[in-house]
């Protein structure tokens, strides 16, 4: 089956500051998604992505299929922005997870 | 519109009980799936449905069944909870988008078996 990484596992920032996420993918898929889990366990969709860059406020992210990646930008980090973040890709009208990057912004 | 619903948010079963985790959508979604969550392994694929009817395993289906009568509605059955089904369960509605799907969670439910 597909394999997916995600890096870096674990991610610590102060407010304010910009990070970047990957997602490694192992084979063609027909979509991709980025997730966003809060401290109450709820998944958050954050983008729907199988190609291209999407914006959305301070969160924006690219994909290159071609390449088998993809990447989640947050700029000027907030608390609230803490949690872990999941990328998935779709084979066949299902997912396969990454394992995810623990995010935690301190004030 | 409430998306999906998964009830209960919480059950503690003794081992060798069962029961039947529900998922119900509205948003009139033809493909629906149950994942399990547990600690560093990500989501991973239990059963899926892409339509009223049909019904296949996933990635970690062993000791779980499902079926689909309705589109709306999507429940997992535990035939006999063992502990190493406590778990987070997590259900999705998706539908098809330009080259693919786009799936919505619910909000979990968190199972123990002891």
């Known amino acids: 089956g597909i394999q997916v990484e995600q890096s870096p596992p674990d991610l610590i920032l102060q407010e304010g500051a910009n990070s970047t996420l990957r997602c490694n993918f192992s084979d063609s898929v027909n979509n991709l998604q980025w997730f966003h889990q809060n401290p109450w366990g709820q998944l958050i969709n954050l983008f729907y992505i199988p190609s291209g860059t999407k914006q959305n406020g301070r969160l924006s992210a690219t994909t290159v299929a071609t390449e088998r990646y993809s990447l989640l930008y947050i700029s000027s980090s907030q608390t609230t922005d803490s949690g872990v973040y999941f990328c998935?890709?779709?084979?066949?009208?299902?997912?396969?997870f990454g394992k995810g990057t623990m995010l935690l912004v301190s004030p | 519109n409430a998306g999906v619903t998964q009830t209960p948010k919480f059950q503690v079963l003794k081992t060798g009980q069962s029961m039947t985790l529900q998922c119900a959508q509205d948003?009139?979604?033809?493909?629906m799936s149950w994942y399990r969550q547990d600690p560093g392994m990500g989501l991973r694929l239990i059963h899926y449905s892409v339509g009223a009817g049909i019904t296949d395993q996933g990635e970690v289906p062993n000791g779980y069944n499902v079926s689909r009568s309705t589109t709306e509605d999507f429940p997992l059955r535990l035939l006999s909870a063992a502990p190493s089904q406590t778990s987070v369960y997590f259900c999705?509605?998706?539908?098809?988008?330009?080259?693919?799907?786009?799936?919505?969670f619910g909000q979990g439910t968190r199972l123990t078996v002891v």
């Open positions: 998935a890709v779709e084979g066949y009208s299902t997912l396969t």
């Open positions: 948003m009139n979604h033809e493909y």
């Open positions: 999705a509605s998706s539908y098809s988008q330009t080259g693919g799907t786009e799936a919505f």
